[in-house]
């Protein structure tokens, strides 16, 4: 089991996740995060952490939502890691509302 | 040797908190000392997290990986005030950080709860898992039911360690006295008793998931508590507390499982306690049956008038953590907590001069491990900006601690001679298929950390 970042963290990118994450499990590129499922413990701090609800465990994904197991599993290890909180893009504030969540 | 002018900071407790202080502050370009009052670190990844959450205690590799640092120390076995004070920390160093958790456990108030038979969930977890202070606690598992009153993530650790077999636990680092006491356990049914409803549970997703997949215990629950009125609904139905509704969703599987195994967990909601009772010992719990009242994230339980009695040889209170006072450092007695401004201790108004606070004793004891990351990188931040103001260090330092404790015949123990009592406890489980048996005396501690060099000094907490 590990837990994963799904679609809403596209466009967003608010890396609140990194600061709670106790192990340094997150990786990033320019568009968004991805947790590597070899490192994290699934202590779930970041499920909270997210103000846009793209984390999940891999439990709680719906079918749709399954493919991003492996987008995580396999982009995570070729990306630097991410520990400290980063500028969100651009555009995450209008996505953030977009999604109704603020 | 550190560059001149380099930041000397002590730390006040190993565990999460006080190590991700450390990280940061490392990162920053300081020199760190952390102490901690018993010969080995890591605070509640040793002495709270559960035996049979192992993923979680892998955060250890990382504590170690930080320890590892140039600038790093530890300094285990030192206890403030006791070998040394707030006041000569101050001076040795450029700033100090109070990361000292939160030991005690918060009161029920209801008549009854110091029975015998009744106990913290805070004793019950540090003594499984070895916590030298609690070693010589005993408990009594020869009733066939339990209560625990809370509905956070120690309760339902609890619950697991009361409705696994010895046979499930065997290959966990659980204590091997705790293992021989509870084998003789006859223990059939645990109550997981909460104030409130299934929308306003503490518990994590994660956690509650467990509690449906124990090989011995069905879960029980009446079904007429998870219907919810529109408050609850709209609490559920909020998108920033994804959580709870994930809870619910799992709450709802529970529904109508059929009963084939030996145990049972039961799942009380709306329940507050009123009273323990019982003739020299606990034999019952009574409660109220609450309804909920208010808005939004701010309902109350207000009992309806009706009783409701659980028979009970064993209670345990998980109604949260509460932090202790350290001598000379401001406290809030009513919250547990030291008074702050982003980790900047508060003497009324004016800050203590260097003077800095993470972690459970800042921001009261919620939030798993990671959360506590995001508290300590707060703190340091505010420390740096306070450093940016002032003239390149002149403290002492490490050298001036040394000799403090030299002085008073304390011989600290550090991160090596920690690794020293880690192989040995290592070694220890390894004879018997578990990953470890812990040192459960502090003497015990000190003689592996110490082993081949020396004469052990006498603890004065054995």
């Not at chain 1, 952490?49 to 984390?55: Q, S, T």
């Not at chain 2, 999460?16 to 990844?45: K, Q």
């Not at chain 2, 705790?178 to 104030?195: F, K, P, Q």
């Not at chain 2, 547990?336 to 972690?359: C, F, K, N, Q, S």
């Amino acid at each position: 089991m590990t837990h994963v970042v799904t679609e809403n963290c596209q466009a967003c990118r608010f890396t609140d996740c990194v600061t709670v994450c106790p192990v340094a499990c997150f990786h990033g590129d320019d568009e968004r995060l991805y947790i590597d499922p070899e490192v994290c413990v699934d202590c779930s701090a970041c499920i909270s952490a997210c103000p846009v609800g793209a984390i999940k465990e891999e439990f709680d994904l719906s079918d749709d939502e399954e493919r991003w197991i492996e987008i995580n599993a396999s982009r995570a290890p070729d990306l630097p890691v991410i520990r400290s909180k980063q500028s969100p893009l651009p555009t995450a504030e209008a996505r953030r509302s977009e999604l109704g969540l603020n | 040797m550190t560059a001149p002018g380099t930041r000397k900071v002590a730390v006040v407790g190993s565990g999460p908190s006080g190590f991700y202080a450390a990280e940061a502050l490392l990162e920053a370009g300081a020199e760190v000392d952390v102490i901690e009052r018993l010969p080995t670190p890591f605070g509640l990844v040793r002495f709270g997290v559960a035996p049979d959450h192992p993923k979680l205690k892998s955060v250890c590799q990382n504590f170690t990986q930080i320890a590892g640092h140039e600038r790093f120390a530890f300094f285990g076995n030192v206890a403030l005030g006791r070998d040394v004070t707030i006041d000569e920390l101050r001076g040795f160093y450029d700033a100090v950080v109070i990361a000292s958790g939160a030991s005690a456990d918060r009161k029920l108030g209801v008549p009854g709860e110091h029975l015998p038979g009744s106990w913290s969930a805070t004793e019950f977890v540090s003594w499984y898992n070895g916590h030298p202070d609690f070693r010589n606690r005993t408990f009594d598992f020869s009733c066939e039911a339990a209560v625990i009153l809370g509905h956070g993530n120690v309760a339902i650790d609890v619950c697991r360690i009361l409705s696994k077999s010895v046979d499930e636990l065997r290959r966990t680092d659980i204590c091997a006295h705790a293992l021989e006491a509870l084998a003789e356990s006859r223990i059939r049914d645990v109550h997981l008793v909460g104030r409130r409803g299934p929308a306003q549970a503490k518990w994590t997703a994660k956690e509650l998931r467990e509690i449906g997949m124990l090989a011995e215990a069905d879960v029980v629950l009446d079904e007429s508590d998870l219907a919810l009125g529109a408050t609850c609904e709209a609490e559920l139905a909020d998108p920033r507390g994804v959580t709870p509704a994930q809870s619910f969703k799992i709450l709802r599987t529970f529904q109508g499982r059929p009963r084939e195994r030996s145990k049972a967990v039961h799942l009380h909601f709306n329940l507050s306690p009123r009273v323990l009772e019982g003739a020299g010992r606990v034999e019952r719990v009574l409660f109220d049956r609450c309804r909920l009242s208010g808005g939004p994230f701010s309902q109350v339980a207000d009992p309806t008038g009706e009783t409701v009695s659980l028979k009970a040889g064993a209670v345990f209170r998980s109604v949260g953590y509460k932090g202790v006072a350290t001598d000379g450092v401001p406290f809030d007695g009513r919250s547990g907590t030291i008074p702050h401004e982003r980790g900047r201790v508060m003497d009324g108004d004016a800050p203590a001069d260097g003077l800095y606070v993470a972690g459970w004793i800042k921001r009261g004891p919620s939030g798993v491990i990671g959360v506590n990351r995001a508290c300590s990188l707060e703190t340091v931040e505010t420390m740096l900006s306070d450093f940016a103001d002032r003239p390149p260090s002149q403290a002492p330092g490490r050298d001036a601690l040394r000799s403090a404790l030299a002085a008073r015949a304390v011989r600290p123990v550090d991160f090596t001679s920690w690794m020293r009592i880690d192989e040995a406890e290592v070694e220890a489980g390894a004879a018997l298929g578990k990953p470890r048996e812990k040192f459960t005396s502090v003497d015990k501690m000190l003689a592996a950390a110490f082993a081949g060099s020396g004469p052990v000094p006498q603890s004065c907490c054995a």
